[in-house]
């Protein structure tokens, strides 16, 4: 049996991976014929399933070529989809960009980018380099004496030059203020070196905070930081994708064949690149290199331990699924701890398609019945575990352990409670069965649910407190040229501050903004008065005083000023660039079909 799977490997993989396909494809058949067969809208505009669907076949079948070993399970479906739906929209979003800025491209345009831009990959290739560097006229040759090569070249750049000509126009946009430049350059420039002596409020003990104290900061910052809007939760079942007791004894048949394959003889590298489930080490032969105790999984690593250089272990089981594996060599490393090297045969323990199908009959079986009964008695009659999400507002993109369902917040936010929702796909693979169990209208947190972090945030700015008090009491007690000295002698923390601008950071620390500041104020030998943040208290000794060199300023000015335009125009254009996919109003129903 074996020897028939090998020789139509491929052919297996190739026609399994199809079949998953067109199984994903009509997992919705019937939304196909509903008053609504399209997957989403772009701009108002319907992307219709028939399209999407062909283009995302064709997707994933680019994947299974270059991935022939890739297991496409319900995760990679998913990935893959999402990948293609986000690169489908930007591509229609961008398209309609396109048309809005007349962006066009003509012969010439194209024919002096393929001369004078080759596309970067191409210059940092081995055939078009000599001594290292891009050279040009190996290129050019490739170009005149392959039509296929110039042919390929001409499709990318024509793809690629619109929305690089676009970029340039909106890049060009922007306007540059020369009062913005300097004023950049002096607060990058403005440097100041300095030694800190750091109050740290984690080196002091937690402070008292009374309820009452609690209740005050609650009642005087309810409206700004604990106001919500209107929310919604779902309960719900699941139904979890699991591998049933025919598949596994499925992968235990594999594994037992595989074994006495090996035990007959046949060669354990061809073994391994025909069937094991590995891609990382299947097409190695089943080699995983040399590992050392504590890197693979206990299981494994005792088993390879185990064995003899040459001998083959007897299937063994762990949470990848069954192994057989080889040892093929040992050794000690330099700190002279045993390795070996080994490889394996993986046959993963995986729920079928048929597994699959049987799961989501039970999740609309439970749905029906939810439907009448409602979700808690079916559950319940049925020994399922409810689970109820956290809130989410309207403006939510994902629903708490559910996952990216945006016509489930529309739902929540237009049916009453207790609407059931039909069978839904998560993020696993697995089904679950929602209904909407709680709406609230604008409300505030409940003091006993933020109690918690009231609580650590008014006892962290009572250490604030005591740590300015502190600073202060050492900052009189101590004079300035000696006050580096006291520090040290006590165990206080000096920081080494080296030459760090307005927006610069501590080293340990981060960024204080307070202490930057003050430390700019002043020149070389002064030292700053207590300092305050929310990490403790700082007393700054200057130590070294950076100016802006104005007159390097006035020399390199030129390309001052390109760096900063250039900085500017890639903010600019990031920021058009999420307006533009926010007017787009991207609409995802997805989930009607796959």
């Known amino acids: 049996?074996?020897?028939?799977?090998?020789?139509?490997?491929?052919?297996?993989?190739?026609?399994?991976?199809?079949?998953?396909?067109?199984?994903?494809?009509?997992?919705?058949?019937?939304?196909?014929?509903?008053?609504?067969?399209?997957?989403?809208?772009?701009?108002g505009k319907k992307v219709y399933y028939q399209d999407y669907d062909r283009q995302l076949r064709e997707h994933i079948s680019q994947y299974i070529n270059q991935n022939p070993k890739a297991n496409i399970d319900d995760q990679t479906f998913q990935r893959l989809n999402d990948e293609f739906w986000r690169n489908f929209t930007q591509k229609t979003i961008m398209e309609k960009q396109l048309k809005r800025y007349h962006i066009s491209v003509k012969d010439n345009d194209v024919l002096d980018k393929i001369k004078n831009e080759p596309p970067q990959e191409l210059m940092t290739n081995e055939q078009f380099q000599t001594n290292g560097q891009f050279d040009k006229s190996k290129y050019m040759t490739a170009l005149t004496q392959s039509p296929e090569f110039a042919n390929a070249v001409e499709q990318y750049v024509r793809s690629v030059l619109p929305y690089e000509k676009l970029e340039k126009k909106i890049k060009a946009e922007t306007k540059i203020v020369e009062d913005s430049v300097r004023i950049d350059y002096v607060?990058?420039?403005?440097?100041?070196?300095?030694?800190?002596?750091?109050?740290?409020?984690?080196?002091?003990?937690?402070?008292?905070?009374?309820?009452?104290?609690?209740?005050?900061?609650?009642?005087?910052?309810?409206?700004?930081?604990?106001?919500?809007?209107?929310?919604?939760?779902?309960?719900?079942?699941?139904?979890?994708?699991?591998?049933?007791?025919?598949?596994?004894?499925?992968?235990?048949?594999?594994?037992?064949?595989?074994?006495?394959?090996?035990?007959?003889?046949?060669?354990?590298?061809?073994?391994?690149?025909?069937?094991?489930?590995?891609?990382?080490?299947?097409?190695?032969?089943g080699d995983i290199g040399f590992f050392g105790k504590g890197r693979m999984i206990k299981e494994f690593e005792d088993a390879a331990f185990g064995l003899e250089v040459g001998q083959v272990s007897a299937p063994i089981k762990t949470s990848f699924g069954w192994h057989i594996i080889k040892t093929t060599a040992k050794k000690k490393n330099d700190k002279g701890e045993p390795e070996v090297q080994a490889s394996h045969i993986l046959i993963t323990i995986a729920p079928s398609e048929k597994t699959k199908m049987e799961m989501k009959d039970?999740?609309?079986?439970?749905?029906?019945?939810?439907?009448?009964?409602?979700?808690?008695?079916?559950?319940?009659?049925?020994?399922?575990?409810?689970?109820?999400?956290?809130?989410?507002?309207?403006?939510?993109?994902?629903?708490?352990?559910?996952?990216?369902?945006?016509?489930?917040?529309?739902?929540?936010?237009?049916?009453?409670?207790?609407?059931?929702?039909?069978?839904?796909?998560?993020?696993?693979?697995?089904?679950?069965?929602?209904?909407?169990?709680?709406?609230?209208?604008?409300?505030?947190?409940?003091?006993?649910?933020?109690?918690?972090?009231?609580?650590?945030?008014?006892?962290?700015?009572?250490?604030?407190?005591?740590?300015?008090?502190?600073a202060n009491n050492f900052s009189k007690q101590n004079p300035t040229d000696k006050i580096i000295e006291a520090a040290q002698a006590q165990g206080l923390k000096v920081?080494?501050?080296?030459?760090?601008?307005?927006?610069?950071?501590?080293?340990?620390?981060?960024?204080?903004?307070?202490?930057?500041?003050?430390?700019?104020?002043?020149?070389?030998?002064?030292?700053?008065?207590?300092?305050?943040?929310?990490k403790g208290a700082f007393i700054g000794l200057i130590t070294e005083r950076i100016k802006p060199d104005m007159n390097a300023f006035n020399k390199d000015k030129k390309k001052i000023t390109e760096d900063y335009k250039t900085t500017k125009e890639n903010q600019h254009y990031s920021e058009w660039y999420r307006k533009v996919m926010e007017e787009a109003k991207v609409e995802d129903y997805r989930y009607l079909y796959y």
């Open 1 to 43: 049996m074996l020897e028939g799977l090998r020789k139509n490997q491929k052919w297996i993989i190739v026609v399994t991976a199809f079949l998953f396909i067109l199984g994903m494809a009509v997992i919705g058949v019937q939304s196909v014929f509903s008053p609504k067969p399209h997957v989403g809208k772009v701009y």
């Open 187 to 285: 607060d990058k420039n403005d440097k100041v070196s300095a030694k800190v002596v750091f109050f740290d409020i984690n080196t002091l003990p937690a402070e008292n905070v009374t309820d009452a104290e609690i209740k005050a900061y609650y009642d005087k910052n309810k409206e700004e930081k604990y106001k919500k809007e209107a929310s919604r939760k779902f309960k719900f079942v699941k139904f979890t994708i699991q591998a049933s007791n025919e598949d596994i004894a499925r992968a235990k048949s594999d594994i037992d064949n595989i074994y006495q394959q090996i035990l007959a003889g046949d060669d354990f590298a061809k073994l391994a690149t025909d069937y094991s489930q590995d891609p990382g080490s299947a097409q190695n032969g």
């Open 362 to 470: 039970k999740a609309n079986e439970f749905y029906e019945l939810a439907k009448k009964q409602g979700l808690e008695k079916v559950a319940k009659n049925q020994k399922l575990e409810v689970q109820e999400t956290p809130e989410f507002d309207k403006k939510a993109e994902y629903i708490p352990m559910l996952g990216r369902f945006p016509h489930l917040v529309k739902i929540a936010f237009k049916e009453n409670v207790g609407h059931i929702n039909e069978p839904l796909k998560i993020y696993d693979g697995s089904y679950v069965i929602p209904e909407l169990s709680s709406k609230l209208g604008v409300h505030y947190d409940e003091i006993d649910v933020v109690k918690t972090a009231i609580k650590t945030q008014l006892d962290r700015a009572k250490r604030a407190d005591k740590a300015l008090a502190l």
């Open 495 to 534: 920081l080494d501050v080296q030459q760090i601008n307005k927006a610069g950071y501590l080293p340990e620390v981060g960024n204080v903004p307070e202490l930057n500041k003050a430390l700019l104020a002043l020149e070389v030998g002064k030292i700053t008065a207590p300092v305050k943040s929310d």
